[in-house]
């Protein structure tokens, strides 16, 4: 069984930074890939950030240029660092995981106000 776990939420100011990480166990990590999402109050979970098995990355448009997803296969992490972070930005962060099905992790809360 995969299990993902997120740390490194916290509340934050407008233009300020915050690095999520997601520990994955059960599994070869390397095959997999990695995701963070986002839902914000009364909103829909959305693709924030991709990166594959081959390193290959990819973003929302909102958050491009801001946000980064990085990966170490050899400690089975995923990184994300979110710097000039906005109000809209304040959400639950999820990992998710996935090969030919996926995993979530529980989620860290992402608060952005001054």
């Known amino acids: 069984q995969v299990q993902l776990v997120e740390s490194g939420g916290g509340l934050v100011q407008p233009g300020g930074s915050l690095r999520l990480s997601c520990a994955a166990s059960g599994t070869v990590f390397s095959i997999f890939t990695m995701d963070w999402f986002r839902q914000a109050p009364g909103k829909e979970r959305e693709l924030v950030a991709t990166i594959t098995s081959g390193g290959r990355t990819i973003y929302a448009d909102s958050v491009k240029g801001r946000f980064t997803i990085s990966r170490d296969n050899a400690k089975s992490t995923v990184t994300l660092d979110m710097n000039s972070l906005k109000p809209d930005d304040t959400a639950v962060y999820y990992c998710?995981?996935?090969?030919?099905?996926?995993?979530w992790g529980q989620g860290t809360q992402v608060t952005v106000s001054a």
């Open positions: 998710h995981a996935r090969v030919s099905v996926g995993y």
